[in-house]
């Protein structure tokens, strides 16, 4: 008799990500994922001058603030046909990579390292132990013993007031917890570092965007940073360079840190390369263009499907016809009117509450599908696409990790396994790798660029009084991220956001198709259902985020999540 | 001298969520501060508070709150009070994270010797709607409660003569690109 556990965070306002699982034997035998919040934030756009629709979409959600303003300014441009300068293309690049690198750090070290990191383990732990093994690993100067008997020490402190704090109830001693007390003290002095090092990042964003978390410097039509290397007031060589210095600092965290320690901990649990792996149809867009016209990127997209890698199709711009005739939204198991696949730009956002039903509407998301089939997007995604089509940064970082994580694992673990729960993690930080390397290069090109004597940052938009159309595409820290917009004599007219957790979180569609999140639960394995760890494991590893609501602070609030058995 | 700051929290899109931007561009807007003392609308930062909070000694937080008051009810709690709420495992790692971000940055040794969260008990959440008039008539009340905390920790400030823009830029009525 199968056993229903629903995960589901506790709060009416909180309350964001919702997922249920039957297991039976021991193993997970079917899923449901479900957004608990209505998402029609872009009802608030029409009407509205396209200019500043970035500002309102930055609200969207507080984490992914970068990402929907380059999307919505994209979405415009793309509308306009309008071209976007060297200089603006630059230095958006160097938001988006430093953002990215700021999202995936904290991701790996803050939001699911500790999924397989026990804490409880690390007082047993030997410092020097862990000294010896993390300088085998690399030559980062944060190995020390004496680094890492600080990390345990406090740790010891926080067990022994009795009060776990922020580790109260994590789960700790669980059967599917596996690392050496040593590997437990490694990781989670790293997590202690990565803190500094994520910091970096968001200062990084801050100096180019004028401000952190919310960008100013955006405008359809490039950027509104002034550019001249002598003046105080504008982007100034004196910028430039601390900009280059945070860079060169979180480059070695990443090279040395993020990346052997996701390699290290995928080779202890190699048997996590054995799950998840869900749907595998992937979908990325290309990004960071090098030119003004958006033809060339420095990442490339496309698609894979059935993860028949060999069949990749590359994708050659924004606005590639293959996508955007591809992509339409289903409302069968979603509370929204409407029974017929839309495409974005004809999208309706009309709501039609039910209760939560296992065979009839159950989620806030949409379901969106491209050339009808559920898509997994992604750094994994993006990884998958770019290897498959011989992309030589992708090929040389992926095979960088794939060889440690063989050696740690002490078996070939193959481009193909990538497809898992722990492969996503290996995806994300290889896509932090080739994302530092990248922000050396359009540095170098921004300051080159202005060297010769360019200082152009935007092109002025011009509307029609007719109606225009557009999409905004981002390969965001998420995965592809698409605004959808109509423009009719210069006023919003349609707006639709299809986030990356649309895609992934997506519920059933009329088909019967799961989305990612639910068909990557299938035959997890659960050992203890009050304790659903491995379920966990598996819906972080995809870094969710529905958080396109409301934060509302409850001081009576218990637990965030709730695991209810039935 | 101590760095204090004050940070409004909440989304500017759903309603009486936005009291914590709006309280804090407002304050911007009509006083000036002396060395040390830094206000900030951050929106909803999830996790990414941390960042917000390294090197500051004392912050003090604005936001919406549920905590069955009348709406428009002005509620401070100090570090102790928001740290009684013990975190949980989460399953969307960007919801709310005031306490975990203070867990974690006292774990990492770089957090605020003291948070404050002056709380405004909220009456709806509506998608575009601007804030309720019974929270926009708790908004001097909240400045208040806020400023008090600065004087107490040492800040100072002073009221604009002329108030500057407060740039309350998600409440003004739509208008399109074309004159």
């Known amino acids: 008799m199968a056993k229903r556990i629903t995960i589901d965070p506790i709060s009416r306002i909180e309350g964001h990500l919702r997922v249920d699982v039957e297991v039976e034997n021991g193993s997970v035998s079917n899923s449901w994922a479900s957004c608990t919040m209505w998402r029609g934030i872009e009802t608030i756009l029409k009407g509205r001058d396209p200019r500043e629709a970035w500002l309102f979409v930055q609200r969207f959600c507080g984490v992914c603030t970068t990402v929907h303003a380059i999307a919505s300014v994209r979405s415009v441009e793309d509308a306009l046909k309008l071209e976007i300068p060297p200089n603006a293309q630059y230095i958006r690049n160097l938001i988006l990579i430093n953002h990215g690198l700021h999202d995936h750090i904290v991701h790996f070290y803050h939001l699911s390292a500790l999924d397989f990191v026990d804490i409880l383990k690390i007082p047993s732990a030997d410092p020097a132990k862990t000294s010896a093994l993390a300088e085998s690993l690399t030559n980062w100067p944060g190995n020390s013993k004496k680094e890492f008997l600080a990390a345990q020490d406090k740790v010891k402190a926080v067990a022994a007031s009795g009060q776990l704090g922020i580790f109260t109830n994590g789960y700790w001693g669980h059967p599917a917890m596996r690392l050496s007390p040593e590997v437990n003290l490694l990781a989670f002095a790293h997590y202690i570092q990565a803190l500094e090092y994520q910091r970096k990042s968001v200062q990084a964003v801050a100096i180019l965007g004028s401000k952190s978390p919310h960008i100013q410097n955006l405008t359809v039509g490039g950027v509104s940073n002034a550019i001249n290397l002598d003046s105080l007031a504008t982007l100034n060589m004196d910028r430039l360079v601390m900009i280059k210095k945070l860079m060169e600092e979180v480059k070695p965290f990443v090279d040395q840190v993020y990346l052997p320690d996701v390699c290290a ?38 698609f894979i499907l059935d993860g028949n890698l060999a069949g990749v199709h590359r994708f050659d711009g924004f606005r590639d016809k293959v996508f955007t005739e591809g992509v339409t939204e289903e409302t069968k198991h979603a509370w929204y009117k409407g029974e017929t696949p839309l495409n974005p730009w004809k999208g309706e956002t009309e709501p039609e509450y039910t209760d939560w039903q296992a065979e009839g509407k159950y989620s806030w998301v949409k379901a969106p599908r491209f050339q009808g089939r559920p898509m997994q997007v992604g750094p994994l995604a993006q990884v998958l696409v770019g290897y498959a089509s011989g992309d030589p ?145 598996t819906v972080h590893s995809f870094d969710p985020c529905m958080a396109c609501a409301c934060h509302t602070f409850n001081p009576e609030g218990q637990a965030i999540a709730e695991v209810k058995v039935l | 001298m101590k760095k204090i700051k004050i940070c409004g929290v909440g989304s500017v899109l759903l309603g009486d969520d936005a009291v914590g931007p709006y309280t804090a561009r407002w304050i911007a807007a009509n006083y000036e501060f002396g060395e040390g003392v830094e206000v900030e609308d951050l929106g909803t930062p999830g996790l990414d508070l941390i960042a917000y909070m390294t090197g500051i000694d004392v912050l003090i937080l604005i936001d919406s709150v549920e905590n069955g008051a009348p709406a428009g009810t002005v509620t401070v709690y100090d570090k102790a009070e928001i740290t009684r709420q013990r975190p949980a495992v989460r399953l969307d790692p960007h919801s709310p994270c005031i306490t975990e971000s203070i867990f974690i940055a006292e774990l990492a040794g770089g957090g605020p010797e003291e948070v ?45 003569d002329v108030p500057a823009a407060s740039e309350i830029w998600w409440e003004a009525a739509p208008v399109g690109a074309i004159a």
């Open chain 1, 265 to 302: 901990i995928a080779g202890m649990y190699a048997d996590w390369f054995n799950y998840g792996a869900g749907v595998t149809n992937y979908l990325a867009s290309p990004d960071l263009p090098v030119d003004s016209k958006n033809t060339k990127f420095d990442l490339p997209g496309g």
């Open chain 1, 393 to 537: 940064l992708t090929r040389k970082h992926t095979d960088k990790a794939l060889d440690l994580i063989s050696t740690v694992a002490g078996h070939r673990i193959g481009v193909e396994k990538l497809q898992s729960t722990m492969g996503r993690h290996v995806a994300r930080a290889i896509r932090a790798s080739m994302l530092a390397e990248l922000g050396e290069k359009h540095w170098q090109l921004l300051v080159d660029n202005i060297a010769s004597g360019d200082t152009t940052t935007h092109n002025v938009p011009e509307f029609p009084s007719g109606e225009i159309e557009g999409v905004g595409v981002h390969e965001a820290p998420r995965g592809l991220l698409s605004h959808w917009s109509v423009i009719k004599g210069g006023k919003i007219e349609n707006y639709q956001a299809v986030v990356p957790s649309t895609w992934n979180a997506s519920p059933r569609d009329a088909k019967g198709q799961h989305g990612p999140y639910e068909a990557s639960l299938l035959h997890n394995p659960i050992a203890d259902p009050v304790r659903p760890l491995e379920a966990i494991r």
């Open chain 2, 116 to 160: 404050y969260l002056i709380g405004v008990t909220g009456e709806q959440m509506e998608v575009g709607a601007p804030l309720s008039d019974v929270v926009r008539q708790a908004v001097p009340l909240t400045v208040e409660k806020a400023l008090e905390r600065v004087a107490l920790h040492g800040g100072s400030f002073r009221k604009r």
